[in-house]
């Protein structure tokens, strides 16, 4: 007797749908790229349940007629692939023809369709055990799919789901990926009968970008033609200093289809070149359109991912593109303008905001000084810093406005009385100097230690904002000036489904309409080292990366969000400041890790020094 056994069509079409229909919004995105195909310049989407109960998509492409209808759930029946040689020349966004019998295989489903000259439409259902029925109807035309109870007949695929805010923010994912995809087309999106994105039809990708990023987002990116050859790259890409933490915003699209190409992406980082930031990552949203014949789409089910025929060439091109764009940044700025002009952001120069007040003001030249040598940590007040060096003849002083020099101070060996810290170890007690003014290096009993000030900072703001917000007295400071920010739709979210934790943050931000918002408080941290539009953004980008919008953020969470007002690498501290951090972070419960896990210090013993010159 044979011992192989021939798997069931109606199992194998639901083992195959695991490939293609991975969640909610795999749905979304097979079924709108089918309108698309279909030439549809209006469609609309409804959601309900994060997709679990309904996912209806409405279209006004070409329909079908009652023999298309039921091939169309046919395994492979809507391929629009006839012979090999199409494999090397697809144009449309759906070509294997799995889409509708995959959803309808794992669901209950139903389909209403007409032709625009066909006098009467007909209704194709699907329930969950493949039994297909069908009947004429009265319908616009075009087409609507229904897809209800999805992974109904396979629980432990719905088992494995995430929460529904997370489902929901996939689902609005996809859809904006389509929406910027396809500016020609009208897109509406419902989530429980709410409206989440409703872009008209304009054909201008800026308008369509300003839509679902909003205004800042758009101001800060640099618009970008090129032509190499067969391959045209258009779009924009992030003025240097306009940065987010993951590569999320990086979006590409190819022959209008969302991609992830590495190709690209190393294109793009070798366009910036020394203008990225380490760790940080430029928003792009890049289109390139080029033969078919030169890449494969037909690499994942998913259709995810591509390859290129000549990456390097891809990569070159993309490179090239980007630096243009960066090399005639110049031309958008004027720098000779007034400063009394109104800039493009809509933001008043504070110059401006003083006259009119009638407010005395003058502008301080007074540069940093240089840090000193050797402070001690354990005397009650830092060395005074030296002076920099001069680069030019000193001026005369002037007697008058010349304040005296200060005081010196001896460098005591006393030890200064402090609280027990919390944390055991050997600390430093005496610095010795900075490296890239980044790393503080100073001496303790067991040798040399390197504190990463970015790190040691952050782990400091970081237990204060928690403490602070479980004893819940966060104090708060109230802006002079109100700040208005534009922020992305999946930010707004963010912000008001936790407007109740942002407000006991110390944040009080208020809705403008659209996608402004008016910050009209902060807490009360330190945070000079940015503008207050900055720290918030990357505190929003820092929570979209560890939850998703809506959700109840936790307060670790978020204290460690907000701790990003934490002064860089290469931010230049005083004497005074580097001493209150080491003393601050000794104080800390857990001072030799930051939030995110990365130590904040890193010591060298002398038993280590000695053996690496011969002494041992």
């Not at 759906?94 to 669901?107: N, Y």
């Not at 139903?110 to 625009?116: A, K, N």
């Not at 396809?182 to 300003?210: C, K, M, Q, V, W």
């Not at 699209?253 to 760790?279: C, D, H, M, W």
Request: glycine residues 6%.
């Amino acid at each position: 007797m044979s011992r192989i056994k021939v798997m069931s069509p109606l199992l194998s079409s639901r083992i195959a749908a695991g490939e293609v229909i991975e969640r909610p919004a795999s749905v979304v995105k097979e079924l709108v790229e089918n309108a698309i195909d279909a030439g549809a310049t209006k469609i609309s989407v409804e959601v309900e349940r994060a997709g679990s109960r309904l996912i209806a998509v409405v279209d006004n492409g070409c329909g079908m007629d009652a023999e298309d209808a039921l091939l169309a759930l046919k395994q492979h029946g809507t391929s629009k692939l006839l012979n090999e040689a199409d494999l090397d020349h697809i144009m449309t966004l759906g070509f294997r023809g799995e889409a509708l019998p995959s959803i309808a295989s794992v669901s209950r489903f139903s389909m209403i369709t007409r032709q625009p000259d066909s006098p009467e439409g007909i209704a194709v259902t699907s329930d969950e055990q493949g039994n297909i029925t069908s009947r004429p109807t009265g319908c616009a035309p075009g087409t609507r799919i229904e897809v209800r109870d999805l992974f109904c007949n396979l629980p432990a695929r719905k088992k494995f789901l995430k929460s529904p805010a997370t489902e929901e923010h996939h689902i609005e994912e996809v859809f904006s990926m389509m929406a910027i995809a396809h500016p020609e087309i009208s897109f509406h999106l419902l989530l429980d009968g709410r409206t989440a994105l409703n872009t008209p039809a304009s054909g201008n990708i800026e308008y369509r970008l300003r839509e679902i990023f909003g205004k800042s987002f758009v101001d800060n990116m640099l618009f970008l033609e090129h032509t190499e050859g067969s391959l045209h790259i258009s779009g924009c890409v992030a003025a240097p200093g306009f940065t987010r933490p993951s590569r999320r915003d990086q979006r590409v699209f190819i022959n209008s289809r969302p991609v992830e190409a590495q190709a690209v992406f190393r294109g793009i980082k070798e366009g910036y070149a020394t203008l990225a930031e380490p760790g940080r990552y430029n928003p792009v949203v890049l289109f390139l359109e080029m033969p078919p014949e030169d890449l494969d789409i037909n690499v994942h089910p998913a259709k995810r991912e591509v390859r290129f025929k000549t990456e390097y060439a891809v990569s070159r091109a993309v490179s090239a593109a980007v630096s243009s764009a960066l090399r005639q940044m110049r031309s958008r700025e004027n720098p000779a303008a007034d400063d009394r002009m109104l800039t493009l952001s809509g933001k008043l120069p504070l110059s401006m905001v003083l006259d009119a007040a009638e407010v005395s003001y003058h502008i301080d030249k007074f540069e940093q000084p240089e840090l000193p040598a050797t402070p001690h940590l354990s005397t009650a007040k830092a060395a005074a810093p030296l002076p920099p060096l001069p680069q030019k003849p000193p001026a005369v002083p002037d007697p008058v406005s010349t304040p005296p020099p200060p005081e010196k101070q001896s460098i005591s060996p006393l030890v200064k009385a402090v609280a027990p810290a919390a944390f055991s170890g050997v600390w430093p007690h005496r610095i010795i100097g900075v490296i890239d003014r980044t790393y503080i290096l100073a001496e303790s009993a067991n040798g040399l230690v390197m504190i990463d000030q970015h790190a040691a900072h952050e782990r400091i703001m970081f237990e204060k904002i928690l403490d602070k917000f479980t004893a819940d007295s966060v104090p708060r400071q109230q802006l002079l000036i109100p700040e208005t920010m534009d922020l992305s739709r999946a930010m707004i979210k963010l912000l008001t489904g936790n407007r109740e934790l942002f407000e006991k943050l110390g944040f009080e931000v208020e809705s403008a309409g659209g996608t402004t918002v008016i910050i009209n408080s902060i807490p009360l941290t330190p945070c000079e080292h940015q503008p207050v539009a900055e720290w918030i953004t990357n505190m929003l980008n820092e929570l979209l990366e560890n939850n998703s919008p809506s959700t109840v953020v936790p307060p670790e969470f978020a204290a460690r969000a907000a701790c990003k007002a934490a002064v860089k690498a290469h931010d230049e501290l005083t004497a005074d400041a580097m001493l209150k951090l080491i003393d601050d972070l000794k104080n800390c419960r857990q001072g030799t890790l930051c939030p995110h896990g990365r130590p904040t210090m890193v010591e060298l013993s002398l038993r280590e020094v000695e053996r690496r010159f011969g002494r041992r």
